[in-house]
Nanobody, 116 residues
Framework: QVQLVESGGGLVQPGGSLRLSCAAA????????IGWFRQAPGKEREGVSY????????YYADSVKGRFTISRDNAKNMVYLQMNNLKPEATAVYHC?????????WGQGTQVTVSS
């Protein structure tokens, strides 16, 4: 079964850190670029970060540059999003995304809440 499963979300105070994980099953992550997206209540989904197959190319939304880092462990079929100095506006459900064999695949999401 082809799927993506996120984990690592939670409640954190402003300025805190979280590390999100995205595990792939049914396909090899190292053959595809992987994206992280987020959707806050009442807002449209937005792209947060993207990595190409071997980290030779990465993208970060302006709102997270310098604070978020995307990485991947192809041997473990995992992609990570390290989020530092979190701000309340980062509160959202975070999803990872891949497009194996041309089919869009989204994980179920992991909730990140930044609040004091």
């Amino acid at each position: 079964q082809v799927q993506l499963v996120e984990s690592g979300g939670g409640l954190v105070q402003p300025g805190g850190s979280l590390r999100l994980s995205c595990a792939a099953a049914g396909f090899a992550l190292d053959e595809y670029g992987i994206g992280w997206f987020r959707q806050a209540p009442g807002k449209e989904r937005e792209g947060v970060s993207y990595t190409s197959t071997h980290i030779e190319s990465t993208y970060y939304a302006d709102s997270v540059k310098g604070r978020f880092t995307i990485s991947r462990d192809n041997a473990k079929n995992m992609v990570y999003l390290q989020m530092n100095n979190l701000k309340p506006e980062a509160t959202a459900v975070y999803h990872c995304y891949a497009n194996p064999w041309g089919y869009d695949r989204w994980g179920q999401g992991t909730q990140v809440t930044v609040s004091s």
